[in-house]
T-cell receptor, first 114, second 115 residues
Framework: SQKIEQNSEALNIQEGKTATLTCNYT??????LQWYRQDPGRGPVFLLL?????KEKRKERLKVTFDTTLKQSLFHITASQPADSATYLC?????????????FGAGTRLAVHP | GAGVSQSPRYKVTKRGQDVALRCDPI?????LYWYRQALGQGPEFLTY????????KSGLPNDRFSAERPEGSISTLTIQRTEQRDSAMYRC?????????????FGPGTRLLVL
């Protein structure tokens, strides 16, 4: 069955550094992948989508890569700020047959320290 | 405009009772999803509606769980004869058309605790 793995341990980094989060998947070839941010007590919020034929996508300080050979996506936050502290979830499409049915990873908690 | 809303925000119930969780999607959004999220985990798909039609209920754990969206707007997730293992955060999300790649907008969730 489809399996998604994200770093289970929290990632602690210093303000100003680049945070890199990993999303690995097995038994699967998704057409696209989405990244969401989730703050405590809140629902996930969409950040970026990357398609299988795209190597890299950027949005302001965010960068996502998608390596279909390695079955991996990397999510980067450059010049990180304490306000970036949150849990970041990757989600893959699951070939629903026409609608955006997503399979979510467990998420990685990021803590950016001043 | 207003985002997705859910009620109640918290629900404590005794084992064996039925509960109904409500989701009010963003106005005009055709698609509605229900998820269950355990602590420290990502959302787990339960069911999907396109307008009032329940097109996918493959994620519902068993027949104690049901959902409806009779007028294609507000949806209700019902859990009958609740069990302690049903305790979790229940979230709904909506999207404009349900198309592939479309952004899902999540509600704040209902935290269910079954004693």
């Amino acid at each position: 069955s489809q399996k998604i793995e994200q770093n289970s341990e929290a990632l602690n980094i210093q303000e100003g550094k680049t945070a890199t989060l990993t999303c690995n998947y097995t038994n699967y070839s998704p057409a696209y992948l989405q990244w969401y941010r989730q703050d405590p007590g809140r629902g996930p919020v969409f950040l970026l989508l990357i398609r299988e034929n795209e190597k890299e996508k950027r949005k302001e300080r965010l960068k996502v890569t998608f390596d279909t050979t390695l079955k991996q996506s990397l999510f980067h936050i450059t010049a990180s700020q304490p306000a970036d502290s949150a849990t970041y979830l990757c989600a893959l499409d699951s070939f629903s047959g026409g609608y955006n049915k997503l399979i979510f990873g467990a998420g990685t908690r990021l803590a950016v320290h001043p | 405009g207003a985002g997705v809303s859910q009620s109640p925000r918290y629900k404590v119930t005794k084992r064996g009772q039925d509960v109904a969780l409500r989701c009010d999607p963003i106005s005009g959004h055709v698609s509605l999803y229900w998820y269950r999220q355990a602590l420290g985990q990502g959302p787990e798909f339960l069911t999907y509606f396109n307008y009032e039609a329940q097109q996918d209920k493959s994620g519902l754990p068993n027949d104690r769980f049901s959902a409806e969206r009779p007028e294609g707007s507000i949806s209700t997730l019902t859990i009958q004869r609740t069990e302690q293992r049903d305790s979790a955060m229940y979230r709904c999300a909506s999207s404009l058309e349900g198309a592939l790649e479309e952004t899902q907008y999540f509600g704040p969730g209902t935290r269910l605790l079954v004693l």
